[in-house]
């Protein structure tokens, strides 16, 4: 059964990610050492690019021939843009997570009032107590 292929898996030698790129080995190398794409190595020595790190290479070239931005510039944006898509993928998942709390919390608060209504059921049949504020369903903590 073959793995599936997606954006992140190695799969370029550097000889066919040079010939895609329309860059030298030796320029692909010296990105690798600035740190502007970071191939992965198959074994000890060969590097495998994605599919990720050839749109990367795309637009570290788009950025510097037709933007006029230097490496350095080339690097700092893209660190930034890593950033933003970690900052993002973040986001949604404190958002996931929110919107789970509050299902729970209603939930909570469902349960909370069938509970109420069950001990004013249960001091009614007895002639008991009324039933202290904080336990009614229609009293609720006020919002921050």
Same mark, same amino acid.
Not at 68 to 79: P, S
């Given at each position: 059964?073959? #793995?599936?292929?997606?954006?992140? #898996?190695?799969?370029?030698?550097?000889?066919?990610?040079?010939? %895609?790129?329309?860059? /030298?080995?030796?320029?692909?190398?010296?990105?690798?050492?600035?740190? +502007?794409?970071?191939?992965?190595?198959?074994?000890?020595?060969?590097?495998?690019?994605?599919?990720?790190?050839?749109? #990367?290479?795309?637009?570290?070239?788009?950025?510097?021939?037709?933007?006029?931005?230097? %490496?350095?510039?080339?690097? /700092?944006? !893209?660190?930034?843009? $890593?950033?933003?898509?970690?900052?993002? &993928?973040?986001?949604?998942? +404190?958002?996931? +997570?929110?919107?789970?709390?509050?299902?729970?919390?209603?939930?909570? $608060?469902?349960? &909370? &009032?069938? +509970?109420?209504?069950? !001990?004013?059921? $249960?001091?009614?049949?007895?002639?008991?107590?009324?039933?202290?504020?904080? &336990?009614?369903?229609?009293?609720?903590?006020?919002?921050?």
């Amino acid at each position: 059964m073959s #793995t599936p292929i997606d954006d992140d #898996t190695p799969v370029y030698v550097i000889s066919v990610a040079a010939q %895609l790129s329309g860059l /030298h080995p030796q320029t692909l190398r010296a990105y690798e050492r600035m740190g +502007l794409v970071t191939p992965v190595r198959a074994g000890s020595r060969n590097r495998r690019y994605s599919m990720r790190d050839m749109r #990367t290479l795309q637009e570290i070239q788009r950025l510097s021939r037709d933007e006029g931005v230097n %490496l350095a510039g080339v690097r /700092h944006i !893209l660190n930034l843009r $890593r950033e933003t898509e970690a900052l993002r &993928a973040e986001v949604r998942r +404190l958002r996931e +997570l929110a919107d789970q709390l509050g299902n729970e919390l209603e939930s909570a $608060r469902g349960v &909370a &009032a069938r +509970l109420a209504r069950e !001990l004013r059921r $249960r001091g009614r049949a007895r002639g008991g107590a009324p039933v202290p504020a904080s &336990a009614r369903a229609d009293v609720r903590p006020p919002s921050p």
